[in-house]
């Protein structure tokens, strides 16, 4: 459980993030993945992600710091913050499909997040090992929360290309936005009829297949969405459920 006294510690190191390197509270606490992991960061000021490495507890030990820092938009303070918290969570470094269901299931309960959380777990693990380490989990952050709009589009495409054949057919938009509806169960307003997300699907397929082959390549999806602002407020639904 998370203590009083880390929870102030919590609170603390929020406001030093937000202070000295711009970290927005609304978008770290829109996350689900970030407010779970941090909410159980250690409280031990001593304590830093060098030292943390070194648990032999540990079985999958990240790269060192400044590699992390370097391949990431985050700073070392911040790093250290997310893995306090990331092996409170995950003692044993790496993030199974089920944590994953867990930690949705409980910030969506009035609705279904499993089939959501699959798709999401697949998207952060990059190598398809069926596990997310640290250095996947901050990756993926890095670019939701501080990536460029070219790099978040690609991030976006990764989640919605389903089997990772480089390109996205119609049934696998449909996939997702039936499992972020799902998730959100009747907690939307007006709430949405059975049939709104294929509607909304119909409308994004038809712009973005530009040479109507049946299928959205990576260039197709990033010119689209660069270019139709209602696509691009849409897309970012998925960003809102993270």
Known sequence: MCTPTKRTQWREDLQHLRKDHGFSKKVLLNCCLVRRIITWASPNPKDSVEDELELSAVRHRP???EQLEAQTRFSRKELQILYRGFKTECP???VNEDTFKDIYSQF???GDASTYAHFLFNAFDTDHNGSVSFEDFVMGLSILLRGTVQEKLNWAFNLYDINKDGYITKEEM???MKAIYDMMGKCTYPVLKEETPRQHVEVFFQKMDKNKD???TIDE???CCQNDENIMRSMH???NVL
């Open 92 to 94: 044993s470094g790496i």
């Open 174 to 176: 449909l996939d997702i």
């Open 214 to 216: 049946g299928v959205v």
């Open 63 to 65: 790269e060192g710091l």
């Open 237 to 239: 639904l998925f960003e």
């Open 108 to 110: 969506f309960p009035q």
């Open 221 to 223: 999806f990033i010119d």
